[in-house]
């Protein structure tokens, strides 16, 4: 039988406003890369960061448990001028994430 995940803990915010923009504009850029350049990507990027850091600021550390903040609150986000959705966008906030601490996103492994 396979063993679970182990969830990813965050260490603690140290600096929240700089969390909050690298995480906005690393998502703005990639929002802007995966696509086309739309000007609703930098309200995505701007919530997105929001959703995330007041979690992290109300003592979430779980990556998992961030990641699926971010897809039921963006789930009011209007998505219709957009390529995204709340999925794609979450699952991008945590790729991202993951990078930063040393972890290969690409496969899977």
Not at 42 to 69: K, P, T, W, Y
Not at 71 to 79: K, V
Request: proline letters at 6%; charged letters at 25%; one cysteine or more.
């Amino acid at each position: 039988m396979a063993e679970p995940i182990a969830p990813i803990e965050l260490p603690p915010s140290t600096d929240p406003e700089i969390e909050r923009s690298w995480l906005r504009h690393k998502l703005h850029t990639w929002l802007d890369a995966e696509y086309l350049p739309e000007a609703v990507n930098e309200s995505i990027a701007d919530r997105c960061a929001q959703i995330f850091m007041r979690h992290r600021m109300e003592g979430e550390n779980d990556l998992g448990e961030l990641v699926i903040a971010i897809i039921i609150e963006m789930q009011n986000f209007n998505f219709t001028e957009s390529f995204y959705g709340e999925f794609t966008v979450a699952n991008a906030v945590s790729d991202m994430i993951l990078e930063s601490m040393g972890f290969d996103t690409c496969c899977g492994y």
